[in-house]
């Protein structure tokens, strides 16, 4: 089944790490995004990347890195500098630029917890 | 920029209907619908795009009014599994480029 996978879906890390979420996709889709969702919040884009070896700043991107190698992969980087790491991470895709062609394809998540 | 969703709650028994605002100050494009239960990812509804269409998905409809920037979500004999935070997705005009904003969402209980 096709679909986005992140990883790890919960993670501890100590204040002054940096670490490294995972994103794959097999649906082939073009565009990849990071939302950072805190409660009570809506989602806030991070970066994204609307084609292999490009990404672009989202709304939240200070303190946060991302890399697009393949088509598939959009792991994304929270650094020390982020000020308040700790949140939900989702991860997405579409098939062409936001909204353009339709709807998001999330995956589950990643809950980080810096202690 | 961030449309206002309306009410932040909302809390059914089972069979009622209900109706999710969401308004923006800004010229837009589409609306994105998307439910998220807790702890899980969030799940598209549908997108509507201007021109003022309505679209359906089973017993979950919305329309959307160009004119005043506002969409909302029509919740039809709700069910159990309508249970969830329900985000709504604004896409505007950022220069050459589109821009998607959510709103905060509104929090939806069904009851048996």
């Known amino acids: 089944d096709g679909g986005i996978t992140q990883s790890p879906k919960y993670l501890f890390r100590k204040e002054g790490q940096n670490v490294t979420l995972s994103c794959e996709q097999n649906?082939?889709?073009?565009?990849m995004y990071w939302y950072r969702q805190d409660p009570g919040q809506g989602l806030r884009l991070i970066y994204y990347?609307?084609?292999?070896?490009?990404?672009q700043k989202g709304d939240i991107a200070e303190g946060y890195s991302v890399s697009r190698e393949k088509k598939e992969s959009f792991p994304l980087t929270v650094t020390s500098a982020q000020k308040n790491p700790t949140a939900f991470y989702l991860c997405?895709?579409?098939?062409?630029?936001?909204?353009?062609?339709?709807?998001?394809?999330f995956g589950e998540g990643s809950r980080l917890t810096v202690l | 920029q961030q449309p206002v969703q309306s009410p932040q709650a909302v809390i059914l028994r089972e069979g009622e209907d209900a109706v999710i605002n969401c308004s923006s100050s800004?010229?837009?494009?589409?609306v994105h619908w998307y439910r998220q239960k807790h702890g899980e990812a969030p799940v598209f509804l549908m997108i509507?795009?201007?021109g003022g269409e309505q679209k359906g998905h089973d017993k979950i409809s919305a329309s959307f009014n160009e004119k005043k920037q506002q969409s909302s979500l029509y919740l039809t004999a709700s069910q159990l599994s309508y249970s969830g935070t329900y985000f709504c997705?604004?896409?505007?005009?950022?220069?050459?480029?589109?821009?998607?904003?959510w709103g905060l969402g509104t929090s939806l209980a069904v009851n048996p």
């Open positions: 800004k010229a837009l494009y589409s």
């Open positions: 997705g604004t896409e505007m005009y950022a220069g050459n480029n589109r821009k998607l904003i």
């Open positions: 509507l795009l201007k």
């Open positions: 997405a895709s579409s098939i062409g630029n936001l909204g353009r062609t339709g709807e998001l394809f």
């Open positions: 649906l082939n889709h073009d565009a």
């Open positions: 990347s609307q084609i292999v070896n490009d990404f």
